[in-house]
């Protein structure tokens, strides 16, 4: 029986499993977005979401902590200095999913997970340009002919002369 076994299993046992989780993690962190499927993607969110929230105070014990889980020195060394940097201010949700569709071979259904911060697509440039549109101006008139209804009589008079 599976009561209370909340997280996916991924169809692995239980060390392909965490091999597989710190493989993708090395990856995303080195590359900052990664594609994969969406249960892995999920599964993954699981995984590194807390040891990002570990990597924001950089202690000599979170970094033991985070590498018993990652196993890579180097995706440690990235965590801890450029994304923590980045994401010192967040107070959760680092990564984001995005839907891609079904793969082709097997159907089965991919996403992009990347990191929140690291996308600039999503996030407002302060100092984007923004495009400056021309006023149409009216006519010089007298408010009294803005106002007077057009008829068929003052049309031929504006065309003869």
């Known amino acids: 029986m599976r009561h209370r076994k909340k997280f996916n299993h991924l169809g692995r046992k239980a060390e392909h499993r965490k091999a597989l989780l710190r493989n993708l993690s090395a990856a995303l962190i080195e590359h900052k977005r990664i594609h994969t499927t969406l249960a892995k993607a999920k599964a993954l969110r699981m995984f590194l979401e807390p ?5 924001k105070e950089d202690t000599m014990h979170n970094r033991r902590m985070v590498f018993r889980k990652l196993q890579n020195k ?12 980045k994401i010192g201010d967040r107070p959760g949700g680092y990564l984001r999913i995005i839907k891609l569709g079904t793969r082709q071979g097997d159907n089965a259904e991919m996403a992009l997970i990347e990191f929140v911060d690291y996308n600039t ?5 302060e100092k984007a340009k923004k ?20 008829t068929g009589d003052q049309n031929t008079e504006e065309a003869a002369e």
């Open 51 to 55: 040891l990002i929230t570990r990597s």
């Open 74 to 85: 180097y995706a440690v060394t990235e965590l801890f200095r450029n994304i923590a940097d």
């Open 121 to 125: 697509t999503y996030t407002k440039d």
């Open 131 to 150: 495009t400056r549109r021309r006023r149409r101006r009216k006519k010089a008139g007298t408010p009294a002919e803005d106002q007077a209804p057009q």
